[in-house]
């Protein structure tokens, strides 16, 4: 007899990513305050919401040899997540300090255990290894935005305005929540793939006999 279905599998831990990564995409999309505040409340809400389904995921979906990454990676967003939320230090500094700290440290992780997964035959390495790729490239980009990065410009009939630093970092996070929650939702949604049965392709046994 078939051991009973999951209730909560790996699409599912894949789809609620996607879920808050789509929601933090859509508040920052929407935003017309791309400030340091608003930057690291999204962030904040982003990877502590993910994180919690990372470290329930631990006991309900993965099995031991694959749990050590999520616990660390559950922990590195609640760490981030706790540091963003506070609100008297939600600094521009502090924005660029956590987010990137966050983004090289759990890609990484991700990275790596994908890799690790792939030489397992898991189903789920290529979506480890391409959000850990995300998350390295969110740290590249925010690494190069120079401190202090001011350019003011100005549109015809609309007046002049700035485009800073912390307004490209905000936005930058919120691509990457854009593209990992496509990703994500994609991964979640497709069909898995039907494993043959180990005795569909063994052929039958040949009874030799009869009378000679």
Not at 51 to 58: G, I, K, Q
Not at 100 to 127: C, K, N, P
Not at 152 to 172: H, K, N, Q, S, W
Request: aromatic residues 10%.
């Amino acid at each position: 007899m078939s051991a009973p279905a999951r209730a909560f599998t790996a699409r599912h831990v894949q789809l609620l990513r996607a879920l808050f990564a789509a929601a933090a995409a859509v508040m920052i999309t929407f935003s017309p305050d791309h400030s340091a505040a608003v930057g690291l409340s999204v962030f904040s809400g982003f990877v502590l919401a993910t994180s919690l389904v990372m470290l329930l995921a631990v006991w309900l979906v993965f099995p031991a040899g694959q749990r050590w990454q999520w616990v660390v990676l559950g922990l590195l967003g609640v760490a981030a997540g706790m540091a963003a939320g506070v609100p008297a230090w939600r600094t521009e500094d502090l924005f660029f300090i956590v987010v990137i700290a966050w983004a090289l440290s759990a890609g990484l992780v991700e990275l790596l255990a994908g890799l690790r997964a792939r030489r397992a035959a898991d189903g789920t390495a290529r979506d480890s290894i391409t959000v850990g790729a995300f998350g390295l490239l969110l740290a590249l980009l925010l690494l190069t935005i120079p401190a202090g990065f001011v350019q003011p410009y100005a549109i015809d009939g609309a007046g002049e305005f700035e485009l800073t630093g912390i307004i490209l970092g905000v936005g930058m996070f919120g691509g990457y929540a854009a593209i990992v929650a496509v990703f994500l939702g994609i991964a979640g949604l497709t069909p898995k793939r039907a494993e043959p049965a180990a005795t569909a392709s063994a052929p039958a046994p040949v009874e030799h006999g009869g009378d000679r």
